[in-house]
Nanobody, 119 residues
Framework: QVQLVESGGGSVQAGGSLRLSCAAS????????IGWFRQAPGKEREFVAA????????YYTDSVKGRFTISRDNSENTVYLQMNNPKPEDTAVYYC????????????WGQGTHVTVSS
């Protein structure tokens, strides 16, 4: 089992910055990839970014490229999402999730952290 806990959400003005954290615990040695997802009110959950637990491959959805940066600290078992120049449309509940193989779904999810971006 893997447990994920997000933190760092809150309110931020457009053009500011915010850093989200995702702390993993449990069987972290089994992790393959950690992803950030978000769900805005009335919308479906969408992919934001992902990073390999080992290795350097990183993925972003187009709408956040150049503004958000995903990174990890394996010594702290933590993945970060640095949100620079956020926009009101980035307002959502942000979730981190983990998958343990390339072909599996994201099996483990955190409880989510709210991000509100005001104009």
């Amino acid at each position: 089992q893997v447990q994920l806990v997000e933190s760092g959400g809150g309110s931020v003005q457009a053009g500011g910055s915010l850093r989200l954290s995702c702390a993993a615990s449990g069987r972290t040695f089994s992790l393959y990839r950690i992803g950030w997802f978000r769900q805005a009110p009335g919308k479906e959950r969408e992919f934001v970014a992902a990073i390999m637990w080992s290795g350097s491959r990183i993925y972003y959805t187009d709408s956040v490229k150049g503004r958000f940066t995903i990174s990890r600290d394996n010594s702290e078992n933590t993945v970060y999402l640095q949100m620079n120049n956020p926009k009101p449309e980035d307002t959502a509940v942000y979730y981190c999730a983990a998958k343990i193989t390339a072909g599996s779904d994201y099996n483990y999810w955190g409880q989510g952290t709210h991000v509100t971006v005001s104009s």
